[in-house]
Structure formats: C-alpha cells, structure tokens
C-alpha cells in the first residue's frame, strides 16, 4: 500500500447500504478471553486489524492454539497458568487495549514479563494500569511508560480500587487481575465502555455491577476455570462513525449500515450527533449475548446546529471526537466541547490534532489542554491545499482527514495511509464503492 493519499474529489450525493468490519474492542477481549479456556472457542466476523492479530500473536506466544479459515477463528487457550519458561516478551505495537489489559491477564505468570509497543504505545501512559496492578502484588520497573517489566505473582490478593478516568482499558485489565486473585476484588469504576461486564455475564463469572449515574461498582470474584467462547462478532461502532459523519456532512445522501454493536456505553456519538440536528435511526434491533445490535439509518439534514456538549456524553465518543469537529465545522454557530484530555491520551494528542485540521480547514478555534470552541461556519468551502503528516500513525487522524477532505473540497495530501491496518484495514475500499467511483 502507497504511503500518501491525495483526495482532490469531493463526494457526490449518495444513496448506499454497507457492512463494516468487527468491533475492535470485542474482537480484542474475545481473543484475550479465548486464550484462558481450554475448550475451543468459535468467532465470526473477527476484525483483522493489526491490533487483533498483535492480540492473536501474543496470545500464541503464551501457548494458546489459533486456527483461521476464511471469516472464522478458533482458538484453544492454554488455562488460567502461562506454562512456559523463562522471560516473555510482549509487543502490543500500537494497541493501547492490548497493551493495557494483557498485563492484567499475565498477574498470575511466575515469568518476568517485558511489553514493547511502536513509537506512538511507548509514549502513552501506563501508570493507570501500573498502580492498580501493584496492589494486587505484581511488580514494575516503571512508573509509566513502556518498554516495562512486570514480575507477577502466583496468588494475587482481591482489591478495592477507585477509577476515575472513565478508562474502559484500565477498568478490563483489573477485571482480568481479579479473574485470578484469591478473593473477591471491588473496583468503583468511573462510566466508560462495558462489554467486558456483559461477556463476563455471559460466561457466567460471577460479577456484580451496581450502576449509578457516574460510577459503576463491580464486585468479581477469583476463579480457576472459564467456559469457552463462540462469538458473532457485530460491526464497530467507531468505524460506522466516519460514514455517519460522511453522510451528515453531504447534499442529499443517505446510509443504511448493517448489523453494528449499539451497545450504550459506544453511542455517544450517535446522542452528540442527534443532538446537532442529524437524522439516524436504529432498526431491526435485537439482543446478542448481552450486546445490542441494529442496522443504522442515516440521512443528510437541512442545517446542523451547534453544541455545548455535556461531558458526560465524552466517554462514550472518546473515539469519535476528531469526525465530530469536522460536523461543529459546519453548524450554524459556536460549539463547545469540553474536558477531553483523555483525548491526549490516545495514539496521538488527538486534541491538538483536531485544531490542526480545523485551523488548516479556514476554522477558527480556541483551545485550551482539555477543551475547544468551534466557530462553525455552515456554507464551509476549501478550495487550498492541506498536508497531513508527522501525527504518530494516528489511524484516527488519518480517517478524520479523508472525510474531511470528501465532505469539504480542497487538495488534501494525507501521509500514512497505511495506518488503517490498525483498526479499519477495509476503510479506503469502502468509501470507493460509493457512487463506484474511486475517491481515494
């Protein structure tokens, strides 16, 4: 794949049904889970993203057996014991869920265990997941940042923990932790995503959740033994998100998507973005093992209106924010969103990122380190040439910058193309079968 990407075509209106591939935060934990029972365990649609198969890679490594045949993956874990000697080395590349959760997994290994990760992973901060694990008795070399060593321990005592980042990765690595400690953990846990409380339910572990309006308190005790797994894995919110924003963005467009993971804790976007004024819909909704899943609707509207976005819709489009700019670009009016420093937290300073493209769109924006003000501008033309690069393989700034540069106009030269392999590898073909005219 060519590493540049010129876009020089803005979109024609369109009128498509599409499937995106698995969600990435349950083709993750399903691997991560898989890798624990000794039974086989069956998955569809699994997303093959450089983050999933660095997922099946490392759980290879620790003994576990990974079959693929066409859109199918099994795997037979090796148990609840790493058995293998010596040292192991653990590359995340650049999964921050993989990075982070793994470690939560490994507690229990009498193994000295080092994780690596790319360029980008090594800057990101560890020290959420580093202070939980301590408790539990596991040992650092580190106070933060990767390349780290982690000593674990054969018993992991229970813990009580306070989570306040809202950090769906940190919250998972403690859950898989307290799978193997000797008594019964409590983490008061800050809102964030939840499918791995809903697979845990599924497989019958014994968890309790009390949920309240900002914090969630859940109790899990240590087992020995978990069932095996077979998973239809449904279509990635995050992924969806970018056609969404492509069709609210266009002249009289509309997208039916197919079959897409609605759980509550990932619709964030979809609350924001209806809260704008765009018109979307869930249809054929249904349950599937504790998820919600439904095609989505989504049809170009008349005006977009401005926001002052509540914070407590962030947790649930932490992912989404750079697309949902691109839409603030074009309300009628100022919108303001505000403590997003967990944005800065990502693959790169998302934050930064987002006024970097917005500013180079012709937007006027007002910054601070965890908050901005889009001054948007609905008759928004570009007509100059914008270059992106130099943001750390950010697949997310890389996407955000395609659907800026269709919906907009303008010559856009889009560094790293290859970037997409890290959640989304089929995002370019998708968006040449609009219209059936190759964009990009």
Not at 137 to 160: C, Q, R, S, V
């Amino acid at each position: 794949m060519e590493k540049i990407l010129n876009v020089k075509k803005k979109i024609k209106p369109f009128n498509k049904t599409i499937f995106v591939e698995g969600d990435k935060s349950l083709s993750i934990r399903w691997v991560l889970i898989s890798s624990l029972s000794k039974k086989k365990s069956i998955a569809y649609n699994l997303l093959k993203s450089e983050d999933v198969i660095n997922s099946i890679n490392c759980i290879k490594s620790l003994g576990s057996k990974v079959k693929f045949n066409k859109n199918k993956c099994e795997i037979i874990g090796n148990g609840f014991h790493v058995k293998k000697k010596g040292k192991i080395l653990i590359n995340a590349g650049n999964s921050g869920t993989l990075g982070r959760i793994i470690l939560g997994l490994l507690i229990n290994s009498k193994n000295k265990i080092k994780l690596i990760g790319d360029k980008s992973l090594s800057k990101r901060d560890f020290s959420r997941v580093i202070k939980p694990l301590k408790k539990f008795g596991a040992k650092f070399d580190t106070k933060k940042n990767l390349p780290l060593t982690m000593w674990g321990l054969e018993n992991p005592k229970p813990i009580k923990y306070l989570e306040t980042k809202g950090s769906a990765q940190c919250k998972t690595s403690i859950m898989f932790a307290a799978l193997k400690s000797t008594g019964t953990t409590e983490i008061k846990a800050k809102k964030s995503r939840n499918h791995t409380e809903l697979l845990f339910k599924y497989l019958n572990i014994p968890i309790k959740i009390k949920e309240s309006k900002k914090f969630d308190i859940i109790k899990l005790k240590g087992i020995n033994k978990i069932n095996s797994l077979n998973y239809q894995i449904p279509g990635d919110i995050s992924s969806c998100a970018f056609f969404l924003v492509l069709t609210i963005l266009s002249d009289n467009s509309q997208l039916l998507i197919k079959n897409v993971n609605i759980n509550s804790s990932r619709i964030g976007v979809i609350r924001i973005l209806k809260r704008m004024g765009a018109i979307i819909k869930f249809r054929n909704q249904k349950k599937y093992k504790g998820e919600k899943i439904a095609d989505i609707k989504v049809k170009s509207p008349k005006t977009i209106k401005p926001i002052n976005c509540p914070s407590k819709l962030n947790s649930g489009a932490i992912d989404e924010f750079l697309i949902i700019f691109l839409v603030a670009a074009k309300a009628n009016g100022v919108s303001y969103f505000k403590d997003l420093s967990e944005l800065n937290q990502k693959e790169s300073p998302r934050l930064k990122w987002g006024e970097y493209i917005l500013n180079n769109m012709g937007v006027k924006t007002i910054t601070t380190k965890d908050s901005i003000k889009i001054f948007g501008n609905p008759n928004l033309k570009i007509n100059n040439k914008i270059i992106i690069k130099n943001y750390l393989k950010d697949h997310r700034v890389f996407m955000a910058s395609v659907i800026a540069a269709l919906s907009f106009g303008g010559k856009w030269i889009i560094h790293d193309k290859h970037s997409i392999k890290t959640s989304f590898p089929n995002f370019l073909k998708i968006i040449n079968k609009f219209n059936n005219i190759k964009y990009v």
